[in-house]
C-alpha cells in the first residue's frame, strides 16, 4: 500500500533541529507516492525558465521547454540535514538527440540558484555528485563512468542523496555526501565548504547541459529523511 506522511510545519522544523547529527540511521519524515492530483500538486516548481507538468496515475510528468536548461520542483520539506530519494524515468517521449545528454537528478540546500545535486545521465550511463554555487559555477565531487547502476529510457532510476553536516571535533561544518541508484552507493564526497550553500530546499530535477529543450521524464516515490536522533 502506498501511504504518506504529513507533518505539521511546527513538528518539522523541532525534528531538523534535533537531527543535526551524522547518524547513519535515518527515519522517513514526508512520502510522496505521486498517485493524485493533490500529491503531485506539493511538489512545486523551484527552478527553470520553461517547464510544463503534468501526471498519470502514479506519477508527476514534467516537460522542459524552449530555453531551458534543466526544470526542478521542491518537496515541501527544507533543512539542513537531509536524504531526498525518489524514482525517476527518462520518457521515451524526448527526442534523440536530447535523450542522449538528458539527466535525472535530486537536490539537497537548493536555494539562490545553489545546490547539491546527484545526476544520472541514462543513455551515457553516468553519474555525478556537484556542487553548483549561486553564481552559477560547478564543482564536480565525483564522476563515475559506465556505472551499471544506471537504467535506460523508459525505466526507473531510484536516486537517494543525504547529505549531513558533522557537528563535532575539528572536521565540523564539513558536509558528508552520499549518493544511491537504488542499493548501490555511486557517489560519496566530504565537502569541507558546506557553508557556502544557504540554501534549504530538497528537490527533483529534469533536464540537459546547456539546452534540455524536448526532455520528458516522471518522477515518483519521493521520500524524504533526517538522521535519527536516537
Not at 501511504?3 to 531538523?16: C, D, E, M, N, Y
Amino acid at each position: 500500500m502506498r501511504f504518506r506522511i504529513t507533518v505539521p510545519l511546527a513538528v518539522l522544523a523541532a525534528a531538523l533541529i534535533v537531527a543535526s547529527s551524522v547518524s547513519g540511521a535515518m527515519v522517513g519524515i514526508y512520502r510522496n507516492s505521486m498517485d493524485t492530483v493533490t500529491l503531485r500538486g506539493e511538489l512545486l516548481e523551484l527552478a527553470g525558465r520553461s517547464c510544463e507538468r503534468g501526471g498519470s496515475d502514479s506519477a508527476l510528468r514534467i516537460v522542459v521547454g524552449k530555453r531551458t536548461e534543466e526544470c526542478a520542483y521542491r518537496t515541501p520539506v527544507v533543512g539542513r540535514d537531509l536524504e531526498i530519494a525518489a524514482t525517476l524515468r527518462l520518457l521515451s517521449g524526448t527526442p534523440e538527440p536530447v535523450q542522449k545528454k538528458a539527466f535525472l537528478a535530486v537536490e539537497l540546500r537548493a536555494g539562490a540558484g545553489a545546490k547539491y545535486q546527484l545526476l544520472v545521465f541514462p543513455l551515457q550511463r553516468k553519474v555525478q555528485l556537484r556542487k553548483v554555487l549561486a553564481g552559477g559555477e560547478v564543482k564536480y565531487l565525483q564522476i563515475a563512468k559506465n556505472e551499471k547502476a544506471v537504467q535506460g529510457v523508459n525505466m526507473a532510476n531510484a536516486l537517494r542523496l543525504r547529505a549531513t553536516n558533522v557537528t563535532s571535533g575539528p572536521e565540523k561544518g564539513t558536509a558528508l555526501l552520499y549518493g544511491y541508484l537504488g542499493s548501490t552507493l555511486v557517489a560519496e564526497a566530504a565537502d569541507a565548504g558546506a557553508g557556502e550553500l544557504a540554501g534549504r530546499a530538497s528537490a527533483v530535477a529534469v533536464g540537459a547541459p546547456k539546452n534540455g529543450k524536448g526532455v520528458v521524464a516522471s518522477v515518483d516515490d519521493v521520500v524524504i529523511r533526517v538522521p535519527s536522533p536516537f
